[in-house]
């Protein structure tokens, strides 16, 4: 789904971004062009980031 409709950013490109490193919407925004603009997807952006780093910190059950 569209997340950031102003640079047409999904929340796939934000999951990809945490993959590579980013663990913060100023780290995702190293990446993409996120929330720099009217600002009305911020906190959307904020919560897929903070999802995706919750799950790939989660351990994993064996
Ligand atoms: S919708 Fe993302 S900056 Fe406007």
Known sequence: MYVCLC???TD???REAVERGATSLCKV???LPVANCCGAC???AREVIESHVDARSAPVAA
């Open 12 to 14: 796939r490109q934000i």
């Open 29 to 31: 925004q190293v990446h």
């Open 7 to 9: 640079n047409a950013i």
């Open 42 to 44: 911020e906190d959307t």
